[in-house]
């Protein structure tokens, strides 16, 4: 009977570990130089009091046919996004996004997503706000397949 209950703790330890994790290997030049095409990227899912400017993350990707309001849980695109946050909900908008998003502070409930590579990323500077509730998960490791270098 202990070892059963030890055997299903374990396993309920590592299933919740799981659904924690994130794994997504990198595609496009959006995140050049710090991310290139094939890195392995190793996140958790977030809390969002946990997030601050700087940060690389996870968000999922809007679909062009809708607006972010009229999408619900299941017919939810879940294509992802690796951006760096660049700011938080009443954090003056990044001078790069200004032209899109105004000047000012972001408001609540919103982020400032940008790539790194700013000439080749789709960002906040195009799609504006993303809800902070799209925000996924937050990188803590990457892999760069190219030479096995695991980087922090």
Not at 13 to 41: E, F, H, N, Q
Not at 62 to 79: G, I, L, T, Y
Not at 105 to 121: I, Q, R, Y
Request: aromatic share 4%.
């Amino acid at each position: 009977m202990i070892v059963t209950l030890c055997a299903l703790a374990a396993a309920g330890t590592v299933l919740y570990v799981r659904r924690r994790t994130l794994v997504i290997t990198v595609k496009g030049v959006s995140m050049r130089p710090t991310l290139r095409a094939g890195d392995v990227l190793i996140g958790r899912r977030v809390r969002v009091r946990r997030l601050r400017a700087g940060q690389i993350v996870v968000v999922e990707k809007p679909n062009p046919d809708e607006d972010w309001q009229s999408w619900s849980w299941p017919e939810r695109s879940r294509h992802l996004m690796i951006k760096r946050l660049a700011a938080l909900p009443g954090e003056p908008v990044p001078a790069v996004a200004r032209d899109r998003l105004g000047t000012g502070a972001v408001p609540p409930g919103a982020v400032v997503v940008l790539g790194d590579n700013l000439e080749e990323s789709v960002d906040s500077r195009e799609i504006g706000y993303f809800p902070l509730e799209r925000v996924v998960g937050v990188a803590l490791r990457t892999y760069r397949r190219s030479s096995g270098d695991m980087r922090r």
